[in-house]
Nanobody, 126 residues
Framework: QVKLVESGGGLVQAGGSLRLSCVGSGDSLSAYVMGWFRQAPSKEREYVAVASWSGDNTRYADSVNGRFTISRDNAKNTIYLQMNSLKPEDTAAYYC???????????????????WGQGTQVIVSS
């Protein structure tokens, strides 16, 4: 299993931006569909964004579409989540995930993915 480590979380004011990173080790991330999920206190983990093996195809949850951008640099074994126009409701722990699946234009859920990072906290103040 690939090991994933996220970074880049922090405290930001509403309207601000953050960029999260997720570095993989133990395997090449180019073999995986990669995703970002988030989990707020007392809520279920929810899908945020997913990128295909090459990164040419992406899909976003409606709640972040147009504000967040997922990208990947397979040469660096790293994926990113650029988050702009942040809102207080974006406050959550953010997790990257790797799945040995085929990219499809559909909603994703946690069981689609095999490997998870430990998470990085994002807090958006109003």
């Amino acid at each position: 299993q690939v090991k994933l480590v996220e970074s880049g979380g922090g405290l930001v004011q509403a309207g601000g931006s953050l960029r999260l990173s997720c570095v993989g080790s133990g395997d090449s991330l180019s073999a995986y569909v990669m995703g970002w999920f988030r989990q707020a206190p007392s809520k279920e983990r929810e899908y945020v964004a997913v990128a295909s093996w090459s990164g040419d195809n992406t899909r976003y949850a409606d709640s972040v579409n147009g504000r967040f951008t997922i990208s990947r640099d397979n040469a660096k074994n790293t994926i990113y989540l650029q988050m702009n126009s942040l809102k207080p409701e974006d406050t959550a722990a953010y997790y990257c995930a790797a799945g040995r699946i085929y990219f499809q234009s559909r909603e994703y859920s946690a069981p689609d993915f095999d490997s998870w990072g430990q998470g990085t906290q994002v807090i958006v103040s109003s």
